[in-house]
């Protein structure tokens, strides 16, 4: 049977006294899927990720992690926010070591750790650089091993590649796949991409009504391992754009 990585059950939340972004809502993630997140601007994508997090907590309703519920949900996800939040002033290695050091692993042991991944990041030769002098794809890179080494196996990534140019997105979708599937991750991944939401997932979310009480479901219909090309079939071609009517016109799908 397969086990869920994140469950939300009944979940509210409004920001202060303000209009409910969640009200009741229910959702289940099951380990090892890849699950984007698609909806309007300020329908609540980021939200949900801030209270998976903890950053935000629910009015009502239990979030469980791993079938558990906690007091303190801090550092139980990897999370990787819209900006990097990489520090200027360090290094590469330095940036990447933060996770593991807030964790109370030594700095030493850090570093061992971090450096046979640097080649899998495409970040050897580069962990003595500072941000500044990063490509954008590199600079998600570095977020991306940031959130890996959290050691969860839920990430949650809020439209990590939306700054980059076409060409290195579309590298970076790819990468991504190789990692989530090598690592046996679970992914949450927001964005506003319906082409990059069918390449990389298997389900699809849709925000729709504010507040957000049920999320309206789409099993991608292609196999893995998928081609960029298969985005081209003619079936999901056709389901693609009804993806995108539905979105346009906030029907449910
Ligand atoms: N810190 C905050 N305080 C008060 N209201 C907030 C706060 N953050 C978000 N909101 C409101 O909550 C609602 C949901 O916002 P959220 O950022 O989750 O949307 P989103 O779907 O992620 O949008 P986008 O696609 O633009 O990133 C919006 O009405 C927004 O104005």
Do not use: C
Not at 76 to 86: E, H, I, R, S, W
Not at 165 to 180: F, G, K, N, P
Not at 211 to 220: A, F, I, N, R, S
């Amino acid at each position: 049977m397969r086990k869920p990585a994140l469950e939300f059950r009944d979940v509210s939340f409004s920001y202060g006294g303000k209009k409910p972004v969640l009200d009741r809502l229910n959702m289940t993630i099951y380990d090892r899927e890849f699950i984007t997140i698609v909806g309007a601007s300020g329908s609540g994508k980021s939200t949900m990720f801030r209270l998976i997090t903890g950053l935000e907590i629910q009015s009502g309703g239990s979030i469980l992690i791993n079938g558990e519920t906690h007091e303190n949900r801090h550092g139980k996800v990897g999370y990787m926010p819209q900006q990097d939040l990489l520090m200027p002033w360090r290094t590469v290695m330095d940036n990447a070591t933060l996770p593991l050091e807030l964790g109370g692993v030594s700095k030493k042991e850090a570093k061992n750790r971090i450096l046979p991944l640097l080649d899998e990041f495409g970040l050897s030769g580069v962990e003595n650089k500072y941000p500044a002098e990063l490509s954008g794809g590199m600079k998600q890179r570095v977020s991306f091993l940031r959130s890996v080494l959290t050691g969860s196996n839920v990430l949650l990534l809020d439209e990590p590649f939306s700054a980059l140019d076409a060409i290195t997105r579309l590298s970076m979708q790819e990468w991504l796949l190789d990692q989530w599937e090598k690592r046996e991750k679970t992914i949450l991944f927001i964005t506003h991409d319906v082409n990059e939401a069918l390449f990389l997932s298997d389900r699809i979310f849709v925000f729709q009504d504010t507040p957000v009480h049920t999320l309206q479901e789409v099993v991608v219909p292609l196999g893995r391992p998928r081609s960029l090309r298969n985005l081209n079939d003619p079936a999901v071609l056709r389901w693609k754009d009804e993806l995108i009517e539905q979105l346009r016109s906030g029907v449910p799908l």
